[in-house]
């Protein structure tokens, strides 16, 4: 089945140390985004790519980098990881960059700051 | 800025019962989307209502719009205990760019 996978699903890192996150696709969609959920929140959009094209949030922090190098693969990088960096992390997909697109989205990766 | 506002925070019922979740948001919109997410997991979408649409079924689904209002509401019928879940309406964010703007969820627990 076509789908969009996260590894890990359970991340543990300490702080400052740096650690990559990692997205896959099997459905062929130009579009994938990566959002951020803490506890009791709605997602929070950080970027997204469009093909190759990449597009920050304003208010994404410096912290956070991200990798494109094929249509399936999208890496997220926290460089130095604080405390206030734990959370759920979402790589998303979708066949478009035009509004009202489905997204399509991964099982997530539980971050943990030690 | 947040686009959907979502009530209520949250839901407990029987199971059985039906279950009402509400959406607001606050600039012209072509659609809106519904999307659950089960504890410690991804969003699944589950609908989409486009501008010109009113009401719209999905098996126990049922979604309203009401664009004069800017309101959205999401009803699941006859619920089960497999529909424990947080419940999130989204937004296409204005301009061509495919950003959803997601409300803060409810979350609904239904006792089995």
């Known amino acids: 089945d076509a789908m969009v996978i996260q590894n890990p699903r359970y991340q543990v890192t300490q702080f400052g140390k740096p650690v990559t996150l990692s997205c896959s696709q099997t459905?062929?969609?130009?579009?994938m985004y990566w959002y951020q959920q803490k506890s009791s929140q709605a997602p929070k959009l950080l970027f997204h790519?469009?093909?190759?094209?990449?597009?920050n949030e304003a208010d994404t922090p410096d912290n956070f980098q991200s990798r494109r190098p094929n249509t399936s693969f999208c890496f997220l990088d926290i460089r130095s990881p604080g405390l206030g960096d734990a959370a759920m992390y979402l790589c998303a997909t979708s066949s478009g960059q035009t509004g009202g697109n489905e997204q399509f989205f991964g099982p997530g990766t539980r971050l943990t700051v030690l | 800025s947040q686009q959907g506002e979502e009530d209520p925070q949250a839901l407990s019922i029987q199971e059985g019962e039906n279950a009402t979740m509400n959406c607001s948001y606050k600039t012209s919109i072509n659609n809106l989307q519904w999307y659950r997410q089960n504890s410690g997991r991804g969003l699944v979408h589950l609908i989409l209502?486009?501008?010109?649409?009113r009401e719209k079924h999905s098996g126990r689904l049922r979604v309203t719009l009401d664009t004069s209002k800017k309101s959205s509401s999401l009803l699941i019928t006859a619920s089960r205990a497999a529909d424990t879940a947080s419940y999130f309406c989204?937004?296409?964010?204005?301009?061509?760019?495919?950003?959803?703007?997601f409300g803060q969820g409810t979350t609904l627990q239904v006792k089995p």
């Open positions: 209502i486009r501008s010109n649409e």
């Open positions: 989204a937004t296409p964010r204005s301009g061509n760019t495919g950003k959803l703007i």
């Open positions: 459905l062929n969609h130009n579009v």
């Open positions: 790519y469009y093909d190759k094209d990449f597009n």
